[in-house]
């Protein structure tokens, strides 16, 4: 990828002085000067020279080749929306974000990577921005190199990155809104699951109750931390565990064989133009027989 400016000021600066008011990451910037180009009107110049009014500055990064440790994958990909500088996917259940010891190929990286080969891409690095677990649904972020990737993550450590998901629970008794606070630390006896103690690390859900079921409840929530498990645990502290979440303690039902967590909404400010971007995707069908059924009753 690539970026070009044309000078507009009257006093001159250096091409360091005017990159460092770019608020550029430093790792971008020394893989632009050890592996790619700066180039000032067409020439590779020195960052110590000067720019001035109407110069063209040019930034053109090295091309990022794809890691062995995530082979391509011919499965196919759910694309919501692309554009030079990101992808938004909408994930199934049953596929983890990244690979693993236990799953090497079938990742949604994986399928990123074989998506990007069949496209032609140049850089073939797999920057994911926001992962789900496995047995989560929906929107995941993807950046397709490593300036929007440092864009984005600066996003999200700021808390700019707006995620909401939809839940269904197996507690009917609900306020309309709500917010849950209680720290989160692991299970001394696994090193899978958590629990609420204080010994843990603060966290908080927001929660707005969207219907109460006879047998449950959908909540939309969205997270201001982002602890491991944090939905699945703050809603079993609540006494109301996840719809077909097992490991935590939720009911099994005929329609739901996961935990019934799915990434409905993303907001946020798209790394490279600006623009504020927003996106939307309906329930999973699982979910929707669930609530179905419940209507039914």
Request: with cysteine; aromatic share 8%; charged share 20%.
């Amino acid at each position: 990828m690539e970026l070009n400016w044309i000078y507009q000021h009257e006093h001159e600066m250096t091409i360091k002085e005017f990159l460092a008011q770019q608020n550029l990451p430093k790792a971008f910037l020394r893989a632009v000067k050890f592996d790619g180009e700066i180039l000032l009107n067409h020439l590779n110049i020195p960052i110590r020279f000067k720019i001035r009014k109407g110069d063209h500055l040019r930034l053109i990064a090295p091309v990022e080749v794809g890691h062995d440790t995530v082979p391509p994958s011919q499965e196919p990909i759910n694309i919501i929306y692309e554009d030079a500088d990101i992808l938004i996917l909408n994930k199934q259940v049953g596929v983890v974000s990244i690979p693993s010891l236990a799953n090497p190929a079938g990742s949604i990286a994986n399928r990123v990577r074989g998506y990007y080969q069949k496209q032609g891409y140049s850089d073939q690095v797999i920057h994911i921005v926001t992962r789900l677990d496995r047995d989560t649904s929906g929107l995941m972020i993807i950046a397709k190199h490593r300036l929007a990737h440092a864009l984005m993550d600066r996003q999200v450590r700021a808390g700019q990155v707006e995620k909401y998901y939809h839940a269904l629970t197996s507690r009917s008794q609900w306020t309309d809104h709500g917010i849950i606070e209680a720290p989160i630390a692991r299970t001394e006896s696994s090193i899978i699951t958590r629990r609420v103690h204080d010994s843990g690390k603060y966290a908080k859900t927001e929660y707005w109750c969207q219907q109460i079921y006879p047998d449950g409840a959908h909540l939309r929530i969205r997270l201001h931390t982002g602890r491991t498990h944090q939905i699945r645990v703050h809603l079993t502290h609540m006494e109301g565990p996840l719809i077909g979440d097992d490991l935590y303690g939720g009911p099994l039902t005929k329609t739901i064989k996961r935990q019934a967590l799915h990434c409905g909404e993303l907001e946020f400010i798209h790394p490279m133009t600006q623009q504020p971007l927003h996106f939307e995707i309906a329930l999973p069908q699982d979910m929707q027989d669930w609530i179905q059924a419940q209507q039914v009753n």
